[in-house]
């Protein structure tokens, strides 16, 4: 342990100026929200590990792991951003790539694989971007799993895009979304804009957090594109499916955990409104990678059940 945390130390970045007012519901003094902020990763499609290149950076999302609903809490936001982690090498001109089940060589994720900078840092600096990289530790496992977490790499991580940044706020006049929600992640997100027209496509899903006690869950599954339907101005169809962080409802389900998507024979419809447009498709979930229940999201949803684990 002593080893990795002497390996990570001097673990922020910071080479892109900040976004001059982003449009954020309070403010974010530079500085705020100390605390260690730890991340799930959510890997891209991609041929790795590359035997030819161990250094090779993997492609991922990067959800908050957890958020809080306290506003005395350093983890009161919602956050997921699309990045790179890169290994950190261990050894004079020596690299190992980082052991993740990486897709589509992987079908399924299976276990919970998380990012940990050791130090405290700024999460107002993060959504500033004051900060755009951290170093830190890779784990198989977190306080969530059934299982003893277990590090496996020493990584590097650049914030490319910060995707889906929402404040949390604990004030129980917030109103609960009336139906189940999802915000949805491409497994291999478009190329320049150009998004698949057919085939079976998959995605992670977050379960959208808005209002206490709520949940915090991750899911992944695959949607047929063949069988997704438009009514309205459908001429960017696809380009909306694909659009990172973009929010589904579920008809018929309200949102609460137990009605909560979960692995099943049997697909879903979800429903995507846009300004111009209705598209709703079927979604396959295929797995369960994350869930815990709010505000403090520290219990742990089983089935429709949870676990306490104080």
């Not at 107002?124 to 004051?130: A, E, V």
């Not at 949390?168 to 917030?174: G, K, M, P, T, V």
């Not at 111009?276 to 089935?303: A, Y």
Request: with cysteine; hydrophobic share 35%.
């Amino acid at each position: 342990k002593q080893w990795y945390q002497r390996r990570v130390r001097g673990s922020v970045s910071t080479q892109i100026p900040p976004i001059p007012n982003p449009p954020y519901p309070v403010p974010l003094p530079s500085g705020g929200r100390q605390g260690v902020h730890g991340w799930l990763i959510l890997p891209w499609e991609q041929s790795l590990p590359d035997p030819n290149d161990p250094s090779a950076p993997a492609y991922a999302w990067f959800s908050h792991h957890v958020p809080e609903f306290w506003t005395d809490s350093p983890h009161d936001w919602q956050i997921i951003f699309q990045g790179e982690i890169t290994p950190i090498m261990v050894a004079e001109n020596d690299s190992l790539p980082i052991r993740l089940p990486y897709p589509p060589q992987s079908p399924l994720l299976v276990d919970e694989f998380t990012f940990t900078p050791p130090p405290n840092f700024s999460l107002n600096d993060l959504l500033m971007r004051r900060i755009t990289g951290l170093k830190g530790v890779v784990y198989n496992g977190s306080f969530d799993t059934p299982y003893e977490r277990y590090a496996i790499s020493l990584g590097s991580v650049n914030i490319s895009q910060l995707t889906t940044a929402i404040y949390l706020n604990q004030s129980l006049s917030i109103p609960s979304y009336p139906v189940l929600s999802y915000y949805s992640y491409p497994r291999a997100p478009a190329v320049n804009g150009i998004a698949p027209t057919t085939g079976i496509q998959n995605f992670y899903f977050a379960h959208s957090i808005r209002a206490r006690p709520d949940f915090d869950q991750i899911i992944h599954g695959e949607i047929n594109l063949s069988q997704c339907q438009c009514s309205g101005e459908c001429s960017k169809f696809y380009q909306s499916i694909f659009t990172p962080g973009i929010q589904w409802t579920i008809p018929g389900l309200q949102n609460v955990v137990e009605d909560r998507l979960l692995p099943n024979t049997n697909p879903v419809s979800i429903l995507l409104t846009t300004p111009s447009s209705s598209i709703t498709c079927k979604l396959m979930v295929l797995e369960q990678i994350h869930c815990v229940l709010g505000p403090s999201f520290f219990d742990i949803c089983v089935d429709n059940l949870f676990v306490n684990f104080n």
